[in-house]
């Protein structure tokens, strides 16, 4: 137990870092701002951050949610995406243990977060997004070239199909961003998780959206990213122990 624990709180911390450039990635990206060497900064009032305005989660308790300077409100976004990166990291860890897995499926889960709360806002998918997932899934590839096979048809399985759509709809189904994510995903997960991660994503969206729609009424259009993104990770994680738990039972 203190052999996974201490090295589980650790990543964990880890996480929550990488979340704090995620939020940067957030803000930024929709605006066509450069990510990297930009110092962070107050997005109201241009102050620059000092080290110890950007330790997660504890710098935003500390400052009560407010800019030191001009004390606007920092958004809440920013410790939950801190929170929520840091328990997607331990959590990969904890299933995945000391594999290549663990660092691909923390890496896809991070771009995911990413992917998803830009769709949800702007209802489109960075292109650079998914040619990062698009990098994972080769990585993957390379190195278990042994099934290849598996990958491949797992990169065409789902897009393809969403192609179609897409041309037939003239963009009015789903959207490019969606296909590519597919196609990316599917080269990282193969074509079994990538089909289960789907019609998880259909489900969830579906269900999710409809809650939305009767609560905050929410439109008819939807950002299939948010959802689709949480099918991926789920399917990753616990795929392969549903579809075989699946056909223990039925088969």
Known sequence: MTYELIPAIVIFLFGTVIGSFLNVCIFRIPLGQEVVKTPSHCMTCGYQLKWYDNIPIISYLCLRGRCRKCRTRIPVQYPVVESVNGILYMTVFLICGWDISTILYC?????????????FRTYEIPSGINVFILVLGLIRLFTDRANWSLYVIGFLAVSVVLYIILVASDGKAVGGGDVKLMGAAGLLLGWKLIIFAFLLGCILGSVIHLIRMKKSGAGHVLAMGPYLAMGIMIAALWGNTWIEWYLSSFY
């Open 107 to 119: 890496l896809l889960g991070s771009a995911l977060i990413v992917l998803g709360v830009i769709d």
